[in-house]
């Protein structure tokens, strides 16, 4: 008989504080971190019980020496709503060191929802019309109990979603006094079913018609359970600026925390101001809440829209509702292809998605090191040919990012991306490697982990990810998922 689980021996741990990795042993049992000591000990105490390390015996031993041992990565901007569902074994994710995701960004959610008509942009990104089946988030909370996969899970409330319903589809205008208090009703009993905030998709048709005191009537509903404002803001291009001042405002007058998402500066007249807008937060900081995330690529990923067409260099056209066998192709060759203007292939292929390059390195570069910034994948598990970013981003952050360009230390990578996720999110006993945590667990090679996924070839699993557990279970080893589905439904931190 086995005394406990998993032994992790001497890995170098890095412990998602941000502080300098240590060498030590680390014991898995059920779905937590029981101990951690350093591989000289002989005799270690767990739970006021003493033990001869010799006598122990585990039903899994781990030599991880010459590797960094991490807590598992959080990503905090995500899609994967339903792709949980569609593939359990998260691979695109797990495959990363991903093991748990946040779901519902940008405005849209697969729950609540309960509309039957034709939904505006970008509500189908998430998929089909039959997966908008949970009227409220205990339902789809329940789905994931029963159909849990690799990933633990954590649902935002979209606004476009409340949107849509409270105002029965007629959303180009702001809402009314009463559809407030329908979508605010909305709110109050996702927060009371599990969901740990709101996020707002205001650049999209959906939710772009939507005044900022809309906006901070609802923020206000999350104050009273302590939950999260996430933005994909009105406009991440020529009004960068003043879209930032737009969340802090928010942020200010609710009192909720709030995380800018994907933060980027979109259009070549609007690179450099990034300095600016890192200074505005920096000194909100000082006052509020305030936190941004964001994805270590220069193009962006949506549906093809025509407001974001003019200001990026290229436009790849990657899906087609439409024209079902559509090739992966720049917007040009298509609208000379078809012998129409640009803006007439959008009308021809819409509801479509598309890759915009469209952002300066040296922006990406201070964004992502900007202290207390959180990595963010926003991939788009939808779209048969996805931005790289999908199976990409945290490889890429700690291999190209921190190892190659030397822009911050893998301590500090990995804090992006586990402690400091955790604490903004209110993710209870995730995001650090100590005792009494949960086992969500990376063992990671340091010297090759990188990304494979390209925009040619986006599907391809990263390397030097080389184990990976969530709960304590082994989800992912040598570039295969073990098909066990531990992944929990995380409600955050309560108000009491
Ligand atoms: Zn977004
Ligand atoms: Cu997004």
Redesign the pocket.
């Known amino acids: 008989m086995a005394d406990f689980d998993t032994l992790i021996s001497n890995g170098h741990i890095i412990d998602g504080t941000g502080e300098k990795r240590f060498l030590s042993n680390l014991i898995i049992h059920n779905d937590k971190i029981i101990s951690l000591f350093h591989p000289s000990k002989k005799k270690i105490s767990i739970r006021n019980k003493n033990y001869l390390i010799k006598d122990l015996k585990f039903k899994r031993e781990i030599d991880a020496q010459f590797h960094i041992v991490t807590p598992g990565f959080i990503d905090v901007?995500t899609h994967d709503d339903q792709n949980v569902f569609d593939d359990p074994t998260m691979s695109c994710k797990i495959s990363q060191g991903v093991t748990t995701c946040i779901v519902g960004?940008?405005g849209i959610s697969l729950a609540p929802f309960n509309f039957s008509g034709d939904v505006p942009a970008p509500i189908p990104l998430l998929g089909k019309k039959e997966v908008f089946k949970y009227a409220r988030v205990r339902d789809y909370r329940d789905n994931f109990i029963k159909n849990p996969s690799s990933i633990n899970v954590a649902l935002l409330t979209g606004h476009s979603m409340l949107r849509v319903q409270a105002m029965n589809g007629d959303y180009n205008r702001a809402a009314d006094e009463e559809e407030i208090k329908i979508m605010q009703d909305l709110l109050h009993k996702a927060m009371k079913d599990g969901s740990i905030g709101l996020s707002t998709?205001l650049?999209y048709p959906a939710a772009s018609s939507a005044p900022t005191d809309e906006i901070i009537e609802l923020a206000k509903v999350l104050k009273e359970y302590n939950g999260i404002f996430t933005t994909?803001m009105r406009n991440e291009g020529d009004n960068l600026i003043n879209s930032v001042k737009e969340t802090i405002k928010i942020g200010e007058v609710s009192g909720v925390r709030t995380v800018i998402?994907?933060h980027k500066c979109a259009g070549r007249t609007n690179w450099g101001k990034s300095k600016k807008s890192l200074k505005l937060i920096e000194n909100a900081k000082n006052n509020q809440h305030l936190d941004l995330d964001c994805y270590p690529y220069t193009a962006s990923s949506?549906m093809l829209l025509k407001e974001f067409i003019a200001r990026a260099d290229k436009v790849l056209v990657t899906w087609s509702d439409k024209v079902k066998d559509l090739k992966v192709n720049d917007i040009n060759n298509i609208a000379e292809e078809f012998n129409c203007s640009v803006n007439d292939v959008v009308d021809k292929l819409y509801p479509a998605g598309a890759i915009y390059f469209q952002m300066d390195d040296d922006d990406l570069n201070r964004i992502l090191k900007f202290n207390g910034s959180m990595i963010g994948s926003?991939g788009l598990p939808g779209d048969k040919h996805p931005h790289p970013r999908l199976w990409g981003t945290f490889p890429r952050v700690l291999g190209k990012y921190s190892r190659e360009m030397q822009l911050f230390s893998l301590e500090e990578a990995i804090f992006k991306m586990t402690g400091k996720s955790a604490a903004t999110f209110g993710l209870e006993k995730r995001g650090l490697i100590k005792e009494g945590y949960f086992a969500d667990i990376v063992i990671i090679d340091e010297r090759n982990v990188i990304d494979n996924a390209t925009y040619e070839k986006p599907l391809i699993p990263s390397s030097g990810i080389e184990q990976v557990f969530t709960n304590g279970q082994l989800v992912w080893k040598n570039l295969k998922a073990k098909l066990n589905f531990p992944g929990k439904f995380l409600e955050g931190k309560k108000f009491n």
Do not use: I
Request: hydrophobic share 10%; glycine share 10%; net charge negative.
């Open positions: 901007h960004n940008c998709g650049a994909h998402s994907h949506t926003d």
